[in-house]
């Protein structure tokens, strides 16, 4: 059964850091492509970062770069996103997500389209 469980989000003022985590079923983790995306009130959702879980370099959106990382505990099948110097456009509901059978096409890896499974989301709120 596929499951994402996601925790780790509140409210933090800008500057602030938080770490938001995603465990996920063995069989979801394994050798897939796993991201972390963001959807604030009248917003599409938008790509943050991603990974390929088997191994390879991290995919971050500009907006982020610099201030988030993501990383993976491949032990406990979980994906994290270490958020620093938040600003307040920060501010969303957090999903995690993970490809599937079918992985992204080559420089899709932030495209929600590209992701078959979904968490249930965490809330972050960042106050200036």
């Known amino acids: 059964q596929v499951q994402l469980v996601e925790s780790g989000g509140g409210s933090v003022q800008a500057g602030g850091s938080l770490r938001l985590s995603c465990a996920a079923s063995?069989?979801?983790?394994?050798?897939?492509?796993m991201g972390w995306f963001r959807q604030a009130p009248g917003k599409e959702r938008e790509g943050v970062a991603a990974?390929?879980?088997?191994?390879?370099?991290?995919y971050y959106a500009d907006s982020v770069k610099g201030r988030f990382t993501i990383s993976q505990d491949n032990a406990k099948n979980t994906v994290y996103l270490q958020m620093n110097s938040l600003k307040p456009e920060d501010t969303a509901m957090y999903y995690c997500?993970?490809?599937?059978?079918?992985?992204?096409?080559?420089?899709?890896?932030?495209?929600?389209?590209?992701?078959?499974?979904w968490g249930q989301g965490t809330q972050v709120t960042v106050s200036s």
């Open positions: 990974l390929y879980t088997g191994g390879s370099t991290p």
């Open positions: 063995r069989y979801t983790y394994s050798r897939n492509y």
């Open positions: 997500a993970a490809s599937g059978l079918r992985p992204p096409a080559f420089g899709t890896y932030l495209f929600p389209s590209e992701y078959s499974y």
